[in-house]
T-cell receptor, first 113, second 119 residues
Framework: EDKVVQSPLSLVVHEGDTVTLNCSYE??????LLWYKQEKKAPTFLFML????IEKKSGRLSSILDKKELFSILNITATQTGDSAVYLC?????????????FGKGTHLIIQP | NAGVTQTPKFRILKIGQSMTLQCTQD?????MYWYRQDPGMGLKLIYY???????DKGEVPNGYNVSRSTTEDFPLRLELAAPSQTSVYFC??????????????????FGDGTRLSIL
């Protein structure tokens, strides 16, 4: 059974801190790993990672994948209260066409002013 | 810029009732998905579709049915609602993209969800 484990499950930090969120996985036929941010409603896409060691960056957020050790990290620097959300890690496995995603439980991040 | 639209946003059902959750997308995506999210949990795949007329089961299909008569619409039906189906339901869509000569699935776009309570 495919499995995605995120840690920590919750995290409270102060504005301006840097946080690192972790995601490990055990799946068959790995295709890609995705990070989503979920506030009140729909998960919104952050990054898709397919190759090891190549950092993806968007503003204060960055992510990297290690396919040998089967994990990924999401870094957020200079955190702001607007970064408060649940961050979801998901893994896509290869199939005949559409790839259903296997999600972790998410990390609930709270940024205190 | 609609993207993926789900209706209704909220619904309360009695045990044994049936209902259809609607999902439509205007991005001409071939692939569509239904997930459910229980409190404190990640999303779990219920059903997915690779195109009109083709559907397949995901991880938790029991108690649900789907159909895909058009590219745009992918409704999810609950025939006999049970308390265990109380959840938030998300519809998503995606498509194939091409980069460096290879085709790969692009990230899924999600609707805002339907919060369903079965009492």
């Amino acid at each position: 059974e495919d499995k995605v484990v995120q840690s920590p499950l919750s995290l409270v930090v102060h504005e301006g801190d840097t946080v690192t969120l972790n995601c490990s996985y055990e799946v068959t036929n790995f295709r890609s790993l995705l990070w989503y941010k979920q506030e009140k409603k729909a998960p919104t896409f952050l990054f898709m990672l397919t190759s090891s060691g190549i950092e993806k960056k968007s503003g204060r957020l960055s992510s990297i994948l290690d396919k040998k050790e089967l994990f990924s990290i999401l870094n957020i620097t200079a955190t702001q209260t607007g970064d408060s959300a649940v961050y979801l890690c998901a893994v896509s496995t290869s199939g005949g066409g559409a790839d259903g995603l296997t999600f972790g439980k998410g990390t609930h991040l709270i940024i205190q002013p | 810029n609609a993207g993926v639209t789900q209706t209704p946003k909220f619904r309360i059902l009695k045990i044994g009732q049936s209902m259809t959750l609607q999902c439509t997308q205007d991005m001409n995506h071939n692939y569509m998905y239904w997930y459910r999210q229980d409190p404190g949990m990640g999303l779990k795949l219920i059903y997915y579709s690779v195109g009109a007329g083709i559907t397949d089961k995901g991880e938790v299909p029991n108690g649900y049915n789907v159909s895909r008569s058009t590219t745009e619409d992918f409704p999810l039906r609950l025939e006999l609602a049970a308390p265990s189906q109380t959840s938030v339901y998300f519809c998503a869509s995606s498509t194939l993209g091409q980069a460096l000569g290879f085709y790969s699935n692009q990230p899924q776009h999600f609707g805002d969800g339907t919060r369903l309570s079965i009492l």
